[in-house]
């Protein structure tokens, strides 16, 4: 996992051969005027979902993980507050779904982080993670990046 501020992304654009793409995209300036929905950047190598709403609470999350993309967390409002836990330690929740890349935890995250307006996180397909589980309102952007 990585928590950084979008000023300093260009730290982490050669972690991985799209990260720079999903960064540029974040600095564009126009992601705050984008309403929910799904955003092609590169085809299924890297696209955006904007999602706007209440979170959810740290009782109420979804504990996720995912193997084929890594994702990017950006918080446009609000402040973002999501859990982790090392995946490789969480009990599954029922069968890993390839179409969609997801699985579900039944284990609870053993650590928190804010993530406030202006900044991003980084979950790896190692990282689980538990988004949306502060309190008001919130507007971000995940950024899906094809793995492999």
Known sequence: MIVDSLKNAALYADVHTHFSQAFMFLQAGHVSTLKPGRYEIDGDNVYAVVIEGEQNGHESVKFEGHRKYIDIHFTISGTDVIGWKDAA??????SFNEKDDYTFFTTRPTSWV???AGSFAVFFPHDAHAPMGGEGKIKKVVVKVLVG
Do not use: D, L
């Not at 330690?89 to 029922?94: A, D, L, N, T, Y």
């Open 89 to 94: 330690s969480c009990v599954p929740e029922g």
């Open 114 to 116: 804010e993530v406030p």
